[in-house]
């Protein structure tokens, strides 16, 4: 089974922290991607990779920054935390091949900014 | 821009009764069509996958199908179940970058 792991469910920083999510695939996928899930507005976009080294932005970008060092791991990164960034984030991953195959997703990572 | 749109929000249904998800999107130039399960707090649960050149998928008690030339895709559960309580989230894949974009979902309960 496909295995997407995200570094913790709940997380609690304060304002103007850099704050860490890593996400852990063991699929050996290429592309991988970070969603931020709120309500009323539903899963947006906000980065993704295609390999390693390589990003792209998403819907939502702004405040935002990743890394992709290694192939299973994706790391979205709070430059500085502000309140409008508390949310679910999801990580998600999928073999190349463009829009043919289905993303696996990882539990979340509830964070709070206070 | 694509759009995808889940209607109803909300539905509940006592035990064991049939019911239809519905999910319509804009434009039609999509790879496939994703219905996943979120239960509250937690992650999401990929159910059906049904590619551009299908018109139906089936998984147990679930039967989704795909009707591109109308923009529309329904999730069907039969006999549902209490433990079918949760909200169902319809992505489509498409765009030059084969990204995923999400309806809001409809939250089912189902009652015992």
């Known amino acids: 089974d496909v295995k997407v792991t995200q570094s913790s469910r709940y997380l609690v920083k304060r304002t103007g922290e850099k704050v860490f999510l890593e996400c852990v695939q063991d699929?050996?996928?290429?592309?991988m991607f970070w969603y931020r899930q709120d309500p009323g507005l539903g899963l947006r976009l906000i980065y993704f990779s295609y390999d390693v080294k390589m990003k792209e932005k998403g819907d939502i970008p702004e405040g935002y920054s990743v890394s992709r060092e290694k192939k299973e791991r994706f790391s979205l990164i709070l430059e500085s935390a502000s309140t409008n960034q508390t949310s679910m984030y999801l990580c998600?991953?999928?073999?190349?091949?463009?829009?043919?195959?289905?993303?696996?997703f990882g539990p979340g990572t509830r964070l709070t900014v206070t | 821009k694509q759009e995808v749109t889940q209607i109803p929000a909300a539905l509940s249904v006592p035990e064991g009764e049939n019911l239809v998800l519905n999910c319509s999107f804009t434009d039609s130039a999509i790879y496939n069509l994703q219905w996943f399960r979120q239960d509250p707090g937690k992650g999401l649960t990929s159910l059906l996958l049904i590619q551009s050149s299908q018109r139906e998928q089936t998984s147990g008690r679930l039967n989704a199908s795909l009707d591109k030339s109308s923009g529309r895709s329904t999730l069907y559960i039969a006999a549902s179940q209490p433990g079918d309580s949760a909200t169902y989230l319809c992505?489509?894949?498409?765009?030059?970058?084969?990204?995923?974009?999400f309806g809001k979902g409809t939250k089912l309960s189902v009652k015992p």
């Open positions: 699929m050996d996928h290429e592309n």
């Open positions: 992505a489509l894949t498409g765009g030059s970058q084969g990204n995923l974009i």
């Open positions: 998600a991953s999928r073999t190349q091949g463009g829009g043919f195959y289905e993303q696996y």
